[in-house]
């Protein structure tokens, strides 16, 4: 048997697409009429519309889904890393009626550690000094090693310092000065060293040894040995120290002779300018480099001056070394700071008298130099009876 065909004609409602008979006035359904004339008319069937249908296919659904949750990942992020008020972890708005409190980070404060101090000088008290006549703010500055400016705000002076006889004033005492100790002395070859005079040279192309040697007028074995070459090649770019005081004499028949001092004035090496002792410190020895080898006639001299004592005691001292110690004569005792200048030259002896030696300058004066000298001990007052 074959199925019974159904050759009936049908049609759609056109509200609610329901197939209703062809010849169907009115929709069982919906109850909408239908005009048969129109319908009879028209070859074509009415349809219903339809909603439009979006058709995923698996993997676009997937990679929607992961996006959506990256995004939110990505906003809770946001949030947890801003929260606005960094003390409060967020505030959230309860029902209507519900009172509830914020929660607040108490932050623990850092101990810090106090640095130590360093120990400071205690200033030391001003010493009183009575104007004597035709006394200067600046005389009174330089022999007590203070400027002229601390001098008068110490005094409330005016700005000329203006200064009367008999006046007193308070000198404030200069700040000591860490100064190497004085058993710190050079030796003869240290002191050679120092006073003598180098040039630093750079190898250029197409020198030798032999080239640099004549230019200098120093030898090669001094030039050698004196930057520890293990032979006579030197490289370009290389740098050698050559010491120009260990040059060779004026070759020649006649050489010039070497003509006699006026001398140059003596490097003062110890102690530096400014140094400050105490009478803790036991000697203190002056120093100065050699300015040549000395005639059998000739000597250092050597001055100091106490710009501090009341006639500024002045002595000078005769030796053939380039070093002396300042004499116990010079040490302060009257409980205050001595100021002293001094410097060195080279003099020729004249001969001698039934009195004294006689010398003569026979060079230039070499830089001069202050250094204070003050006792750590109250002077003592001897008692006197009445």
């Known amino acids: 048997m074959s199925p019974e065909k159904n050759s009936s004609k049908t049609k759609l409602c056109p509200v609610c697409g329901t197939r209703l008979n062809a010849n169907a006035t009115k929709c069982l359904v919906c109850g909408t009429e239908f005009d048969v004339k129109a319908d009879t008319k028209k070859k074509s069937e009415v349809r219903a519309k339809r909603l439009p249908e979006i058709t995923l296919s698996l993997p676009a659904a997937l990679g929607l889904l992961a996006l959506?949750?990256?995004?939110?990942?990505?906003?809770?992020?946001?949030?947890?890393?801003?929260?606005?008020?960094?003390?409060?972890?967020?505030?959230?708005?309860?029902?209507?009626?519900?009172?509830?409190?914020?929660?607040?980070?108490?932050?623990?404060?850092?101990?810090?550690?106090?640095?130590?101090?360093?120990?400071?000088?205690?200033?030391?008290p001003p010493i009183e000094y009575i104007v004597k006549p035709n006394d200067v703010c600046s005389g009174i500055a330089a022999a007590f090693n203070v400027s002229v400016q601390s001098i008068i705000l110490e005094n409330n002076l005016s700005a000329?310092?203006?200064?009367?006889?008999?006046?007193?004033?308070?000198?404030?005492?200069?700040?000591?000065?860490?100064?190497?100790?004085?058993?710190?002395?050079?030796?003869?070859?240290?002191?050679?060293?120092?006073?003598?005079?180098?040039?630093?040279?750079?190898?250029?192309?197409?020198?030798?040894?032999?080239?640099?040697?004549?230019?200098?007028?120093?030898?090669?074995?001094?030039?050698?040995e004196y930057n520890s070459l293990p032979s006579?090649?030197?490289?370009?770019?290389?740098?050698?120290?050559?010491?120009?005081?260990?040059?060779?004499?004026?070759?020649?028949?006649?050489?010039?002779?070497?003509?006699?001092?006026?001398?140059?004035?003596?490097?003062?090496?110890?102690?530096?300018?400014?140094?400050?002792?105490?009478?803790?410190?036991?000697?203190?020895?002056?120093?100065?480099?050699?300015?040549?080898?000395?005639?059998?006639?000739?000597?250092?001299a050597v001055t100091i001056i106490d710009l501090t004592s009341e006639n500024k005691l002045t002595e000078t001292f005769y030796v053939t070394e380039t070093s002396y110690i300042v004499p116990a004569s010079f040490s302060p005792n009257d409980g205050r700071p001595h100021v002293y200048r001094w410097y060195?030259?080279?003099?020729?002896?004249?001969?001698?008298?039934?009195?004294?030696?006689?010398?003569?300058?026979?060079?230039?004066?070499?830089?001069?130099?202050?250094?204070?000298?003050y006792s750590t001990t109250s002077p003592q007052v001897t008692p006197t009876s009445e």
């Open 160 to 224: 000329d310092c203006n200064l009367l006889e008999n006046q007193v004033l308070m000198i404030p005492q200069p700040t000591p000065t860490a100064s190497p100790q004085p058993t710190e002395t050079l030796s003869e070859a240290e002191k050679t060293e120092e006073s003598c005079e180098k040039v630093y040279y750079t190898v250029k192309e197409n020198d030798t040894l032999s080239s640099i040697s004549d230019t200098y007028n120093v030898s090669m074995a001094t030039i050698r």
């Open 232 to 300: 006579d090649t030197v490289l370009e770019d290389q740098t050698l120290i050559i010491p120009l005081c260990m040059r060779e004499p004026t070759a020649g028949p006649t050489p010039t002779p070497t003509s006699l001092p006026p001398y140059p004035g003596p490097n003062l090496l110890l102690p530096a300018d400014g140094a400050s002792f105490t009478s803790d410190t036991g000697t203190i020895t002056l120093q100065w480099a050699a300015v040549s080898e000395l005639q059998s006639n000739e000597a250092y």
């Open 344 to 373: 060195v030259y080279v003099v020729r002896q004249l001969g001698t008298d039934e009195e004294e030696e006689n010398w003569e300058a026979a060079g230039n004066k070499s830089e001069e130099r202050v250094f204070s000298w």
């Open 68 to 124: 959506f949750i990256t995004l939110g990942a990505v906003a809770v992020f946001l949030i947890l890393n801003n929260p606005g008020d960094p003390t409060t972890v967020g505030d959230i708005t309860p029902e209507a009626g519900t009172a509830t409190s914020s929660p607040t980070i108490t932050i623990t404060p850092t101990v810090t550690q106090t640095p130590t101090e360093a120990p400071t000088w205690t200033p030391l």
